[in-house]
């Protein structure tokens, strides 16, 4: 087990927690991580790129000029792939499909070790509430600098609040999930980690 501030909005120590070393202070497994992240970035991949061969290109039906006599290399279509408007030769096609899978237990692993390394990193940030008592997204501007935080922020919840949801949506360097939607790739690309105190028990009750 090991402990760590629980702060309030104006960045002052309230008290202490201690938090489960099996999910906030394991040895993080790097392999497992990457695994993670190149399966969340996989997975947004929609294929939908695609190229026209040259049998989909337009035009290109007839023969651009006899076969000898003209001096020049002989040509069957202006839409031959080395033609300008030609047909992209062995281009992609939408068939591709980029999603990956990963078992229950490894993408626990994976989260585990993303939250050991806030941990072990000093970038992570327990709260003992956060209300607002409006959606003013100064007032939400104004606790991060009591927190002394910047650059990309995760804010982890227990409960969504509307006050918290409107302060914080025009934020462009802050994204605030609920304590069942955390992810490793969210947690991998935020630069500090702000979680309340009832969304840390949360999360300790679903990786147990």
């Keep these: 087990m090991s402990k760590i501030n629980v702060l309030n909005v104006k960045g002052e ?3 202490d927690i201690t938090l489960n070393k099996e999910i906030w202070n394991i040895e993080p497994n790097d392999v497992v991580l990457y695994d993670a992240i190149m399966l969340a970035q996989s ?3 929609q294929g939908t790129h695609a190229v026209k061969s040259r049998a989909e290109v337009s035009g290109g039906g007839r023969k651009p000029w006899k076969q ?3 001096g020049r290399a002989r040509q069957g279509s202006t839409r031959a792939p080395h033609w ?3 047909g992209v030769a062995f281009g992609p096609q939408t068939e591709k499909n980029y999603t990956k899978k990963m078992n229950r237990k490894e993408r626990r692993l994976a989260l585990k ?8 990193d000093n970038e992570l940030i327990v709260l003992d509430s956060l209300n607002l008592e409006t959606s003013k ?3 939400m501007k ?3 600098a009591n927190l002394k935080v910047d650059r990309n922020i995760l804010i982890v919840v227990d409960e969504l609040d509307d006050n918290v949801v409107l302060a914080s949506r025009n934020l462009n360097n802050v994204l605030l999930l609920s304590a069942d939607e955390i992810n490793t790739m969210d947690v991998v690309s935020a630069h500090a980690l702000i979680a309340t105190e009832g969304a ?3 999360v300790e009750e679903a990786l147990k």
């Design 13 to 15: 120590k309230v008290k």
């Design 142 to 144: 104004d606790i991060l």
């Design 137 to 139: 997204t100064k007032e």
């Design 113 to 120: 070790s993303a939250l050991s390394y806030k941990v072990l």
């Design 200 to 202: 840390i028990k949360s």
């Design 68 to 70: 000898k006599g003209t």
């Design 43 to 45: 997975n947004v991949r």
């Design 84 to 86: 300008y408007h030609g």
